[in-house]
């Protein structure tokens, strides 16, 4: 494409490729997530807009992607189920030819990695941010083995441009202007899952009372050894266990 550029160019010795520069997602989402004793919790708005419109109050941005693994993503609804869709198959098949399946930092890297390869190509307009649990393992002569124990937690920052990070808290889009700071004072270690959700809760309360936009209802899912259950569904109905 640059030669085709260079050819047309009335001056080619002056022609001067421009990078390209992908542009952050715009869209006013909002995904929080924390760790907590035995799992993740992730929280996110469930609005579906676009410039100044809104089209729908019932979007799921949390999307299951393995058994044990969750997706929170920000960013426009196109890229949002393309990507996270282009995950979950892809893991799936890994899981059908491997009988075997990645671990959560294993499908971080795989959706950085993607995101990454992306950016030069069709980049995907999304942040996200993923919450998985692992079983505890041991190592052994044959490789490692899953063995009683409470499993590990563990959360990933991972945003449009590829960059990724392990973190005990975290949040995307517009909210981290606000919520950081309620993440920062009340975050602990060996947080039990009602204080955690009443972080989130917290959060919340402090994105109705700051924020200029009104994001409605916020989902509320987790993962933990039993897998992926919803706490708060996306009509704002707490779910018993």
């Known amino acids: 494409k640059e030669a085709k550029k260079r050819d047309k160019h009335p001056n080619p010795d002056l022609f001067v490729p421009v990078p390209f520069s992908p542009l952050p997602p715009t869209t006013m989402d909002s995904v929080i997530g924390l760790r907590y004793n035995g799992g993740v919790m992730l929280a996110s708005d469930c609005l579906n807009a676009r410039s100044i419109l809104v089209y729908q109050h019932t979007l799921d941005k949390l999307i299951p992607i ?41 499908v971080a890297n795989f959706a950085r990695g993607e995101l990454a390869t992306a950016l030069r190509r069709g980049p995907y307009q999304v942040n996200t941010l993923l919450g998985g649990w692992d079983a505890t393992k041991e190592m052994t002569v044959s490789g490692s083995k899953a063995v009683d124990g409470p499993g590990k937690g563990s959360l990933y920052f991972i945003d449009y441009m590829g960059t990724m990070a392990e973190v005990d808290y975290g949040c995307q889009g517009y909210c981290s202007n606000f919520v950081l700071s309620v993440l920062d004072r009340e975050w602990r270690p ?17 994105l109705k009372k700051r924020f200029l936009v009104e994001q409605g209802t916020f989902g509320v899912k987790k993962v933990d050894k039993d897998g992926i259950s919803v706490v708060r569904d996306v009509n704002g109905k707490m779910v018993e266990a």
């Open 66 to 106: 393995a058994p044990r693994a969750l997706l929170g993503l920000s960013g426009p609804n196109c890229d949002l189920v393309n990507f996270s869709e282009y995950v979950e198959k892809n893991l799936t098949l890994y899981r059908l030819k491997n009988g075997d399946q990645l671990t959560t930092k294993g």
């Open 190 to 206: 060996n947080l039990t899952e009602a204080e955690a959700l009443e972080i989130v809760n917290h959060c919340e309360e402090v």
